[in-house]
């Protein structure tokens, strides 16, 4: 399968369980997409800012360790990003506290988005900048797609300009078909919402598409949802149909739900 250019840009963590689980994880949006999609076999560059700490070294060292390019990884003065996760005894994660650290403030230089405009496509995860660089990129012809889903932040949460946009509806089948008629009525050409155990729906507002997932034994859903971007936008770049781009993304998420964290990696204490 021929490769692509593919770009992540936007945040990165550390995944920090608490007792008594008690271990960190690398993870973040954008560093799961761009990992995922290195894993794919896809030219995956990362766009994103770590600290000067053991954090942020841990972050370019996974990252360069699984096939992407790391070039314009910025280290910038302050903390690398964290994220508190308690584990309940049911086995639900409840994320109890988030600090952005060097990822609040972040944006791309001017001679890193001429390099980002050279993609073939560019995925935004959570980025503060009141979608500057998602608006500045599409007015380029630039392919264009974002989360929306983890930025919280009213001021972050625009659609214009996106190629695709994905949000996680979980299982309720009216948030999700709510959710994809909303993207679609912004004006997004491509909505794709994932239902959690229900699976995925896609449209352009001319077809309609759903998948179920694909069983597996469960280890841990960190980063899925992540993976299923990257699978779907490898199979959408490439040309594939909006079934097989569902098929593509949900064989994706299944994978990284048999594996700890958003890609296979050794967690560390905390």
């Not at 995922?36 to 360790?65: C, K, N």
Request: aromatic letters at 8%; a negative charge.
């Amino acid at each position: 399968m021929k490769s692509y250019r593919f770009a992540a840009v936007g945040d990165n963590c550390i995944d920090r369980f608490q007792p008594p689980v008690s271990t960190s994880l690398v993870g973040g949006n954008a560093v799961n997409v761009a990992v995922q999609l290195a894993r794919r076999g896809q030219v995956s560059f990362y766009f994103g800012a770590i600290g000067p700490d053991r954090a942020g070294r841990w972050t370019r060292e996974l990252l360069a360790q699984n096939g992407v390019d790391v070039t314009y990884l910025r280290e910038r003065p302050g903390i690398t990003a964290y994220t508190d996760i308690e584990v309940l005894p049911s086995g639900e994660r409840v994320f109890a506290y988030e600090d952005f650290g060097v990822c609040a403030g972040y944006r791309p230089d001017e001679a890193e988005i001429a390099v980002l405009k050279t993609m073939d496509h560019v995925h935004i995860g959570w980025m503060d900048d009141g979608g500057d660089l998602r608006r500045t990129l599409a007015a380029a012809g630039v392919s264009v797609s974002q989360d929306i889903s983890v930025n919280a932040d009213p001021a972050n949460l625009g659609t214009n300009g996106l190629a695709i946009a994905f949000a996680s509806a979980g299982s309720d089948d009216g948030a999700a078909d709510a959710q994809l008629e909303c993207l679609l009525g912004d004006g997004v050409p491509l909505a794709v919402v994932t239902r959690g155990s229900k699976g995925s729906l896609v449209s352009d507002g001319t077809d309609r598409f759903e998948a179920g997932i694909k069983p597996v034994e469960v280890v841990d859903t960190t980063g899925a949802g992540d993976s299923f971007i990257a699978g779907f936008l490898a199979a959408r770049i490439a040309g594939r149909s909006l079934p097989e781009c569902l098929t593509a993304g949900r064989d994706q998420a299944a994978f990284t739900c048999t594996h700890v964290g958003g890609f296979p990696q050794e967690a560390r204490p905390l």
